[in-house]
């Protein structure tokens, strides 16, 4: 199974420019204290750093086939 990311939203996107806001969105989130989980990639990570200013971010390990059951 992939990794993947845990992405929690911490400031409010009010007064940010449009694309900050378009960014958090895509991501899934609508408002503070929303959290999503989202694959670990390249394209993901560059829209986490885009707005790394308004989220949290925390990596969830990778599960094996043992935590599946």
């Known amino acids: ?16 420019i449009q694309r900050n806001r378009a960014t958090v969105r895509a991501l899934g989130l609508h408002r503070i204290g929303d959290i999503v989980e989202v694959p670990d990639n390249p394209a993901t990570r560059g829209m986490v750093r885009q707005v790394r200013f308004l989220v949290h971010v925390e990596e969830l390990p990778e599960a094996g086939p043992e935590e599946k059951a």
């Open 1 to 16: 199974m992939p990794a993947r990311l845990r992405v929690t939203q911490v400031k409010s996107t009010i007064s940010h």
